[in-house]
């Protein structure tokens, strides 16, 4: 028989440079810990993660993926998470369509000072998605079996 | 094939305490290009460092992973290790295993794992690292100041002080500005022209600062540290070098009908004119769409009567062109037009006035040579009622949604100066708050109310009619719950102000971004406020929101030590992590410019050899001195052409497998 | 939980679908109002009683009817939050209270006389306009 093995989800945090970042730092040297199965990213601006690389995750077998940035009107390069807002928007409803859960991707405005809101925020996600399950991985379809 | 080296570090107890950092070195050691692996006490002591160092001689290393505290603690300290061995300092990734693993978790398996993954993700970063080098680029060493008011004027001396050419361009015919035509300042009350004519003459004598008045700019080109601007100057049918000011033209000219734009169209002026007695320079102008002699061919008075010989009736526009290495955007500000306000009566009724028309009414050199009296029929009025925020925090469409914020404060001015001079004249002002932030500023409001009797109602106003030779003021008193139908002699209003429609145009050639009302965006609210996002344009008074004098003044000055910081460079040394578009996929849509803040691309025809097809196409081009690596650009471009130097879309797609493995 | 204050504020705002929290509390409003020494309440203290969910007293009131519908308040205020149209509503919302229409259109002509302003029948076509 084969023997259930403990669920142990992979999250992708993408998070900016300027803001989420440091406040991802923030957090540890306030020692305010949260899941390991957190893993950051770190990207110039939130505006730099393409929508590929939320689906590249999930292709690979993430279980949820978060992307952080600086509050809207805060972006060190002025508008870059506006454009983060509009993308993800646009892409979290198709990723419903693909089969892959809204509570899966999340987008959050974490500011460099907001070491507490980081931590939170990623013990309410990793919740989520210890809520949700595992997976399922998406397929390439030009990939054929 | 890349040789990797991995070093892991204890930090003391700081990481090693929850992170197994031998094991970490340990299975990194097996990990596909990777040569070397160890662990250490402190990476970034000097002798953490020698082993980084050593190892790369050592084992021909390409690129290095250290697994460390925050790369935003010793990423730099770390590139210069690598830099010092002679490897590119950007073959350098680091793995955040202190704040982002040791110190947030407990469990010391827990967090060895997570710190393999974190490192793992790293090392499949760097083996697609490519060595940068950073760009450089020239610095001309000289400033345009574009406006000539206390703004400009204040920059181009902080410059021109600091040993640098700085050029000014006015497109009015003297230097001065707003400030010129005010008449006393607060809170001292001291008279403008004395504080500010004095500042003038100095920009006019200093042999670093060359003016270019009734010029206009026409075209700017370059980027940051080369700049190619085009100025053009307007004829002034006056030779600028002869011209002594002397103003013997001006007694002469027979056409008087002319507005005097220097005393906001009050009065009249002759065609050929000096703006005002301090003008600099203090050389005539002729106004061509009032002159004779240049409409008709008859008349040529004043060149009769020129001494110097001056005057040149053939004169034209020239054009000239020169480089800079920065440039001050020191636009200024108009008060808007009152055409959406009918129900104060401006057009119709002279008595009604605006604050800066009230300005040069009060103003010695003025109309009516300082004296207070109705525009109407030169009468002295008994009761002058004053409307505040005309235009000001208006959402309608019809004003501007902002606070002009001088305007309380020069009202309060206004209504003392009145008081104090014709103490039989009585003062009401309509405020809907009043706002008073600034040293003594509150006190001189109250001055005015405790000790110069102004009477302040808290209301607006619904209508100002006039009613035979009066004025009739219907508005409400707020506190006392009612309306108020007052019989005065004068209404001012206090106008809201708009940025000088200079500021958009120029803001476009420069593609500087600017925000829904024409004020030029600062790069950073709070830290960058005289800076604008692109580079090596920099802002100074109200171009960049609404002002008074002594903010205008130091902002001037930041505006000009942060020209001086680039000025004083031979070299710009560029942030090598900028995008790249790759031109064999660009198909020239036109997308990434849009989206980029910096307007660093821009597009060329180039010929093309796409697989040995030769053809010209249209693709981007990175301005590197520009683009600061945001990556916008990367995810709008739809053929996936640009990608960004440092974070390539493959090596964060690399991160993620790691991750994800 | 909502009460009853708070319901009719968010019918007036379905009705006028103007958010009073942009009054900036100018006066203008009631500087502009013709009709001001007739009303108990006046147009700024409709704004701000609306945004104090004071509706209640509104309705009683008969200020309702005294506003002329002459809209100079609408064109005037700055802040785009149109008294006479809260005013409007508020009117609306009493008569809808009591039970409907009193009157059919055909009893309209014989109410006109000399007592009811022209000015409310010219405006109530430049409302209706809009």
């Known amino acids: 028989m084969q023997v259930e093995k403990q669920f142990k989800p992979k999250i992708v945090a993408f998070c900016c440079n300027w803001c989420s970042y440091a406040g991802a730092d923030l957090a540890g040297s306030s020692r305010l810990s949260y899941p390991a199965d957190v893993k950051i990213i770190r990207v110039p601006c939130s505006c730099r993660v393409n929508p590929l690389f939320i689906l590249r995750a999930f292709e690979r077998g993430a279980d949820g993926v978060i992307l952080c940035g600086c509050h809207p009107g805060d972006c060190h390069y002025s508008t870059g998470n506006y454009y983060t807002r509009r993308r993800m928007t646009m892409l979290f409803s198709m990723l419903d369509y693909l089969g892959v859960e809204k509570g899966r991707t999340r987008v959050e405005w974490v500011s460099a000072a907001e070491g507490v809101k980081f931590s939170t925020v990623m013990n309410n996600f990793v919740a989520k998605i210890y809520e949700l399950g595992e997976n399922v991985k998406l397929g390439d379809l030009r990939c054929k079996k | ?111 060895t794992e997570k710190a393999i993954v974190l490192a793992r993700a790293a090392l499949a970063k760097v083996m697609l690292n490519a060595p940068l080098i950073a760009g450089q680029s020239s610095v001309t060493k000289r400033a345009l100041v574009i406006g000539g008011g206390i703004a400009g004027i204040q920059s181009a001396l902080d410059i021109a002080d600091a040993g640098y050419e700085v050029d000014i361009v006015e497109k009015e015919p003297t230097i001065g500005g707003k400030m010129s035509k005010l008449d006393k300042t607060f809170p001292t009350l001291d008279c403008s022209a004395c504080i500010l004519t004095p500042k003038m003459v100095d920009a006019a004598q200093n042999e670093k600062i060359t003016l270019y008045t009734y010029s206009e700019v026409e075209e700017v080109k370059g980027f940051v540290g080369n700049f190619n601007v085009k100025i053009r100057r307007k004829a002034r049918y006056v030779k600028e070098d002869v011209c002594t000011g002397c103003g013997a033209c001006m007694q002469k000219c027979p056409s008087k009908k002319g507005l005097n734009e220097f005393n906001l169209g009050l009065n009249k002026r002759t065609a050929i004119y000096i703006p005002f007695a301090q003008a600099i320079p203090n050389v005539a102008v002729i106004d061509a769409t009032q002159c004779i002699k240049i409409k008709n061919n008859k008349c040529g008075l004043c060149d009769t009567v020129c001494a110097a010989k001056a005057i040149d009736y053939n004169q034209q526009d020239e054009f000239i062109e020169r480089e800079y290495g920065a440039i001050v955007m020191a636009t200024g500000f108009n008060p808007i037009k009152l055409d959406k306000f009918n129900e104060y009566s401006y057009a119709e009724c002279p008595d009604v006035i605006t604050s800066l028309e009230l300005e040069r009414i009060m103003n010695a050199a003025g109309p009516t040579g300082g004296k207070l009296v109705k525009m109407s029929n030169g009468e002295h009025p008994h009761d002058i009622t004053f409307i505040q925020c005309v235009g000001s925090r208006d959402i309608s469409g019809r004003g501007k949604c902002y606070c002009s914020k001088i305007c309380c404060m020069y009202t309060a001015k206004h209504a003392m100066l009145i008081r104090d001079k014709y103490p039989d004249v009585n003062v009401h002002v309509f405020y809907i708050d009043v706002r008073t932030p600034g040293k003594n500023f509150d006190e001189f409001y109250r001055r005015a109310v405790e000790e110069y009797s102004v009477d302040y109602i808290k209301g607006q106003v619904g209508k100002v009619y006039p009613e035979g030779d009066h004025l009739v003021v219907q508005g409400v008193d707020m506190l006392a719950n009612e309306q108020i139908i007052h019989k005065t002699d004068m209404v001012v209003l206090a106008t809201a102000i708009e940025p000088d429609p200079t500021a958009r145009k120029i803001a476009s050639m420069l593609t500087a971004s600017i925000d829904t009302n024409d004020f030029i965006t600062e790069a950073h609210p709070k830290l960058r406020p005289v800076e604008s996002p692109t580079a090596g344009i920099f802002l100074s008074g109200v171009c960049q929101g609404p002002k008074d004098i002594p903010e205008t003044v130091a902002q001037a000055g930041a505006a000009a030590v942060k020209v001086l910081g680039l000025l004083s460079k031979d070299k710009l040394v560029t942030n090598p992590c900028v995008s790249q578009s790759n031109e064999l996929l660009c198909n020239g849509c036109s997308m990434c410019q849009n989206v980029c803040p910096y307007g660093a691309i821009g597009y060329e025809d180039k010929l093309i050899n796409d697989h040995g097809i030769r053809e010209t196409r249209r693709v981007a081009v990175v301005n590197e001195a520009l683009c600061q690596g945001c990556g916008a650009c990367t995810v709008t471009c739809p053929s996936g052409a640009m990608d960004l130097k440092g974070f390539t879309n493959k090596q964060i797609m690399a991160e993620v497998d790691a991750i994800c493995k | 939980m909502h009460n009853n204050s708070d319901k009719q504020k968010d019918q007036v705002f379905r009705m006028t679908g103007v958010d009073t929290r942009k009054c900036m509390k100018c006066g203008k409003c009631s500087a502009s109002c013709p009709s001001f020494n007739e009303m108990q309440y006046r147009p700024h203290q409709f704004v701000d009683m609306v945004t104090k969910g004071r509706i209640e007293e509104l309705m009683a009131s008969p200020s309702i009817y005294h506003c002329l519908s002459c809209f100079a308040c609408v064109e005037r205020c700055p802040r785009g939050v149109e008294p006479a149209v809260v005013v409007e509503a508020i009117r609306n919302l009493a008569e809808r209270k009591q039970g409907g229409t009193y009157f059919s259109p055909d009893e309209v002509p014989e109410l006109i006389d000399g007592t009811v302003p022209q000015q409310a029948l010219v405006s109530a076509f430049r409302k209706y306009r809009k």
């Open chain 2, 1 to 111: 094939m890349q040789r990797i080296g991995v070093f892991v570090c204890w930090c003391g107890s700081n990481i090693a305490a929850t992170v197994d950092v031998e094991r970490v070195a340990q299975v990194m050691k097996n990990e596909p290009g990777v040569v070397f692996s160890t662990d250490y006490q402190y990476m970034c002591s000097e002798a953490g460092q020698a082993i980084i160092r050593n190892a790369i001689a050592e084992h021909k290393l390409t690129g290095i992973v250290v697994c460390s505290c925050s790369p935003r603690m010793h990423e730099a300290t770390f590139r210069k290790t690598a830099q010092r061995a002679g490897l590119n300092p950007y073959m350098v990734e680091i793995a955040n295993i202190r704040e982002q693993c040791s110190w947030i978790h407990k469990d010391k398996e827990e967090g």
